[in-house]
């Protein structure tokens, strides 16, 4: 049985009507497909009584399928307006959805919208890693985020050790949620198709989560050991404390950082906090 009063139309008439061409400043590529849809929001899980959250909806399509889950509500945040205008005009076939104008970059989504919370959102390609870290920075308030991104991003997010694709991205997710890569999307299924190829990853924050200082510890971290992975972490975290630090670590000075583990990067960082007389917690 539908959720909607009546039969929303097709969403390559919604373009039309609305005038939504993509806009290559704003990263947008819409997806149409209805049975594509559909996987996407059943790769977020089950959403039962949960008020889901949407970014950057476009004509509404993967809004609809959110709908059609057992989501107690669905708020979809659009920063352009011939978008909000398309969307707000399915909100008024369903009560059950929400729609507002504004930057996701600058929403204060917890504030905006009640728990439990999940967001599920094919995100634009230009703020995509942008606002992947800023919700790991709060990753506590959601109970899950399934996001679609480049093919190469997503790869960079779920990366193991010892891989090229493994840097700064891959360690602070993983140490924040479980990630997984739930579905490969070929740029063939967009409307405009990109250059590339997407991925759908989705991230489940985990029950214990580091504090804000361990937080930006780890970001200091991180960005020191692979800002120059070519080196050995004696020499990228020199700035840090180099052999002295690793050697409180137990981690061999000639070591690279592609090479460390996300459990040694949170000990590198718990003894950097320690040298630095921060607050563990």
Not at 100 to 117: F, H, K, Y
Request: neutral net charge.
């Amino acid at each position: 049985m539908s959720v909607f009063t009546s039969a929303p139309p097709p969403l390559r008439d919604v373009i039309t009507s609305f005038n939504l061409r993509a806009d290559k400043s704003l990263g947008q590529h819409f997806l149409l497909e209805p049975g594509l849809l559909g996987r996407i929001a059943a790769a977020a899980g089950d959403l039962t009584g949960l008020n889901v959250v949407e970014v950057g909806p476009g004509p509404g399509g993967l809004t609809r399928a959110l709908l059609e889950t057992g989501a107690a509500h669905v708020t979809a945040i659009e920063y352009d307006p011939r978008a909000v205008a398309a969307v707000t005009a399915l909100a008024g076939l369903s009560a059950r959805l929400t729609v507002l104008q504004g930057d996701a970059m600058q929403a204060d989504i917890p504030a905006l919208v009640p728990g439990p919370r999940a967001i599920v959102a094919n995100l634009p390609y230009n703020i995509g890693t942008p606002l992947l870290v800023r919700w790991l920075h709060e990753a506590s308030a959601y109970v899950s985020l399934t996001l679609m991104f480049q093919q190469e991003v997503a790869e960079r997010i779920a990366a193991a050790p010892d891989t090229s694709a493994y840097g700064r991205i891959s360690v602070l997710s993983q140490w924040l949620c479980e990630v997984s890569l739930q579905m490969h999307i070929p740029a063939s299924a967009f409307a405009p198709p990109p250059k590339v190829d997407s991925a759908l990853v989705r991230l489940v924050p985990r029950a214990v989560q580091p504090s804000g200082v361990e937080i930006r510890a780890m970001e200091r971290l991180t960005a020191a050991a692979f800002g120059q992975r070519r080196k050995m972490l004696r020499g990228s975290l020199k700035g840090l404390g180099g052999e002295a630090l690793l050697a409180l670590a137990g981690i061999e000075p000639t070591r690279r950082a592609e090479t460390l583990s996300v459990a040694e990067f949170e000990t590198l960082m718990r003894v950097v906090l320690q040298r630095e007389g921060g607050a563990a917690r």
